[in-house]
C-alpha cells in the first residue's frame, strides 16, 4: 500500500421514484441494520457521511436510478469498520461509501474488499486511491481536525483567549471544558490520535496525549459530537473536524462559536469507497461506484471539503484555511496507520477510556 504524502499531493493538487431508507447502525457489535438481499434492484450502503450529506448527494442517484431501492447504514467511523470486519464470513452490504481510508486499509489487508475500476478512476488523484492496476478503494475527499471554541462557555469561566494550537489545549485553564471524538469509535478521533503521534513522534506523541487527558471532560462516539455539545454550550471547546466546526458555529454564530484549524497542522485522512467481496455481487454496485465519482457528485463534495479527489476547487468553503494543503500535518502514512490500529486503540483504551461516555 502507498505511503501518502502531503507534499507529492500538494505539487499535483496545484495544477477539479427510487426508494431510499437511511438507517442508524443499531450497534458496534456486528449487529446489522440491514439483510443480506440478493435482488439486483437493491443495494445496501454503509458510510460515515453525516446525515444531510447523504440525504443531498443521493438526489442525483435517485433521479438517474428510480427503481432501484438503496438501504443506506450511516453510522460513525470505528463502529461502521467494527460491523464490516464482524460481517466478513457473511457480509450483508455492497458498497462502502465514504469511509477512512486507514479503516479500507484494514478491510483489505482482511481480504473483504474486491478490486474495481470505477469508470472515470483515471482522474482520480494517485494519492486519492490505492495503486494497485485495479483498485480496492477509490478516494472522494479528505478531512482534517479542528476545534470548536464556545466562547461564552469560556467567558463564564473567566476565560477571555481562544485556544489556536495543540499546545493551548494543555493549559490547565481548560481542565474539563473539553470534549473529543473517541477513536474506537470515530474516524475523526483516529485520525486525530494519529496526526499527533505523526507531528510529536510516538513517545512524545503519548506524553501529550496523557497531558491533554487531564484537560478533557469527555470522548464521544462520533466526531461530530463533539462539535455538536460545544455549540450548544455542554463544554468550552470540542476537538472533531472541520466542515462539521464550521456548520456547528455557523448555526449559532460566530459571536458565540468559533471554527479553529491548529496551528501545528491537522490529522487527516481520506473518504472513500469499495466494493465488499461476496459471492452474489451485483452491477448495481458498480453502478453506484461509477456515479460516486463523477464530475457532478465530485462538485458537491466540494461544496463541503476544500480538497476532493481530484483536486483543490477554486471556491474553498468558507471557513477553512486559505490553503487547506499547507494545514495538513505531512507524511501521514495510511498504511501503518492501518497496520497499528489494533495496538493504537488498546493503548489509548487502556490509558483513557474511563473518561469515554456512555455508549447510546
Known amino acids: 500500500m ?5 507534499f507529492a499531493m500538494a505539487a499535483l493538487l496545484a495544477v477539479t421514484a427510487m426508494t431510499g431508507c437511511v438507517k442508524k447502525a443499531e450497534g458496534q457489535n456486528g449487529s446489522t441494520a440491514v439483510a443480506a438481499d440478493s435482488d ?4 445496501n450502503v454503509y458510510t460515515a457521511l453525516e446525515d444531510e450529506q447523504v440525504a443531498d448527494y443521493l438526489t442525483e442517484f435517485k433521479e438517474q436510478n428510480p427503481d432501484v431501492t438503496v438501504n443506506v447504514t450511516r453510522e460513525s467511523t470505528g463502529v ?5 470486519l464482524a460481517e466478513k464470513d457473511n457480509p450483508v452490504v455492497d458498497v462502502v461509501w465514504g469511509l477512512s481510508a486507514t479503516s479500507l486499509l484494514v478491510l483489505a489487508q482482511d481480504g473483504m474488499l474486491d478490486a474495481y475500476a470505477p469508470e472515470g478512476v483515471d ?7 490505492d495503486d494497485a492496476e485495479v483498485p480496492t478503494w477509490v478516494g472522494i475527499d479528505a478531512w482534517e481536525t479542528a476545534f470548536i471554541v464556545n466562547k461564552e462557555v469560556l467567558k463564564s469561566k473567566g476565560i477571555d483567549t481562544v485556544p489556536t494550537s495543540y499546545e493551548d489545549l494543555l493549559d490547565p485553564k481548560y481542565k474539563g471544558l473539553i470534549a473529543m471524538s473517541n477513536p474506537a469509535s470515530s474516524g475523526t478521533g483516529l485520525l486525530t490520535v494519529n496526526g ?4 510529536y513522534g510516538d513517545d512524545k506523541g503519548w506524553d501529550y496525549l496523557d497531558k491533554l487527558h487531564e484537560n478533557v471532560a469527555v470522548y464521544l462516539h462520533s466526531g461530530s459530537q463533539p462539535a455538536k455539545a ?3 454550550g455542554e463544554y468550552g471547546i470540542g476537538v472533531s473536524f472541520g466542515y462539521r466546526c464550521i456548520q456547528s458555529a455557523e448555526e449559532v454564530g460566530s459571536d458565540i462559536c468559533e471554527a479553529v484549524f491548529p496551528t501545528e497542522g491537522s490529522g487527516w485522512d481520506l473518504e472513500a469507497n469499495a466494493l465488499i467481496k461476496k459471492d452474489n455481487q451485483k452491477e448495481i454496485a458498480k453502478k453506484f461506484l461509477d456515479w460516486a465519482i463523477s ?6 463534495y ?3 471539503y476544500p480538497i476532493v479527489a481530484t483536486g483543490v476547487g477554486d471556491n474553498i468553503p468558507e471557513g477553512y484555511a486559505k490553503n487547506p494543503i499547507d494545514q495538513l500535518i505531512p507524511d501521514m502514512d495510511f498504511a501503518k496507520a492501518a497496520k497499528n490500529r489494533e495496538s493504537i486503540l488498546e493503548t489509548w483504551t487502556e490509558r483513557y477510556d474511563s473518561k469515554s461516555a456512555e455508549q447510546e
Not at 40 to 43: F, K, R
Not at 123 to 129: A, G, T, Y
Not at 295 to 300: A, F, Q, T, V
Request: aromatic share 2%; glycine share 0%; charged share 25%.
Open 2 to 6: 502507498k505511503r501518502i504524502v502531503v
Open 40 to 43: 439486483e434492484n437493491v443495494l
Open 80 to 84: 461502521i469498520t467494527s460491523k464490516l
Open 123 to 129: 482522474r482520480i488523484l494517485p494519492e486519492f486511491k
Open 196 to 199: 499527533i503521534l505523526n507531528l
Open 230 to 232: 460545544t455549540a450548544a
Open 295 to 300: 464530475d457532478n457528485i465530485m462538485k458537491k
Open 302 to 304: 466540494a461544496t463541503n
